[in-house]
């Protein structure tokens, strides 16, 4: 818009300077011709249709005028008044700023709106608590207003629970059971009953045998109990099959403790999934890719694979946390991140940590 004022601008200006070279005469009578047909004009057209470039001009020129010679313009002398007001505002007004408060920061919103979905049943005010306690400092109405904006409803409850929340909140206690078989190179059988916390996902493997008997079972399972001491008291269910292995003595092991013993139905291994799952992914990831020569070697073998399941190994559930995570420190700048890869049996899986 300013480009095409200027040319235009500078367009009268060089006429100006021709008409002033012309003497009274020619001058009098071009200015009799455009008078009348300015008037001609008026008559066709009620309402002139002005480009802002025209009422710069317009606007410009009313001031090298006397007011007395203002009805030349085809319009009135307030809207002149008014082109010229407009002109001088826009040159003196600086932008105007918004309104209000600036806008909430996008990482607070997504913080907001992540808490209100992790937890129902808090407000506006528990909220607004929980995020002061953590160093951050969002009022009330804040939150009140990013909730509002992202559709969701007030406290108590926004959402149902989906199957999903409600199993990870009663797996606390509940514990799995099974057995799975190895083939060695020499086609001997080997048995090995496991145990799986629902909860961490963590797996306890309790002994090898070629010969598994319900009296052999159930005294593994009071290793375990043994070996876990107090943690043995948070347990409340024990899931299992009807293998003919786990026998009366193998659940009185638990019932003595009040841990409730949950029998899946006949040829129903989806009631088990999380035991039967495992037994799926270490067959696929070390069994499977090993040749096994005996008990002594199977047990080794079984050993290591525990540890880095449970040490080591990401879990889609756990959001790919391993069941028993260690202290792990984020380093400040990410391109000096160095990473060390450890081999588990032997290269067969390989696992990685920051160089130290």
């Not at 048995?191 to 010969?211: K, L, M, N």
């Amino acid at each position: 818009m300013w480009w095409s004022s200027l040319y235009m601008i500078l367009g009268r200006v060089l006429q100006l300077l021709v008409l002033l070279g012309r003497d009274d005469r020619s001058k009098d009578m071009e200015i009799v011709v455009l008078r009348h047909q300015v008037a001609v004009l008026r008559r066709q057209v009620n309402r002139p249709d002005l480009r802002p470039q025209d009422r710069v001009v317009l606007a410009a020129l009313s001031r090298m005028l006397p007011k007395a010679s203002w009805p030349a313009f085809f319009v009135t002398p307030s809207t002149l008044l008014r082109w010229h007001r407009q002109l001088t505002t826009r040159r003196w007004t600086y932008p105007p700023k918004r309104p209000g408060r600036p806008r909430t920061r996008a990482a607070t919103q997504e913080t907001v709106l992540r808490l209100a979905r992790e937890n129902p049943l808090w407000g506006y005010q528990r909220i607004s608590g929980e995020l002061a306690g953590a160093g951050l400092r969002v009022p009330p109405s804040t939150v009140r207003d990013i909730l509002k904006r992202a559709g969701l409803e007030p406290a108590p409850r926004r959402t149902g629970p989906n199957w999903s929340q409600f199993l990870q909140a009663q797996a606390a206690g509940i514990w799995a059971c099974d057995l799975f078989h190895v083939d060695t190179v020499f086609l001997k059988r080997l048995y090995v009953p496991f145990f799986i916390d629902h909860a961490t996902r963590a797996v306890h493997v309790i002994g090898v045998t070629a010969h598994p008997s319900g009296a052999w079972v159930a005294q593994q399972a009071r290793n375990l109990l043994i070996e876990l001491g107090h943690r043995a008291e948070t347990l409340r269910f024990l899931i299992r099959d009807r293998d003919a292995k786990f026998t009366a003595a193998f659940d009185e092991v638990f019932t003595s403790l009040g841990i409730r013993i949950i029998k899946t139905p006949i040829r129903a291994p989806r009631a088990n999934a999380i035991a039967e799952r495992w037994i799926g992914t270490i067959r696929r990831e070390c069994t499977d890719r090993l040749l096994i020569y005996g008990e002594t070697h199977l047990r080794q073998v079984l050993a290591d694979y525990q540890r880095h399941y449970n040490n080591h190994r990401p879990h889609r559930s756990r959001d790919r946390r391993p069941p028993l995570p260690a202290v792990v420190s984020t380093p400040d700048d990410l391109d000096q991140l160095h990473l060390e890869r450890h081999e588990v049996l032997n290269g067969l899986i390989n696992q990685y940590q920051q160089a130290a």
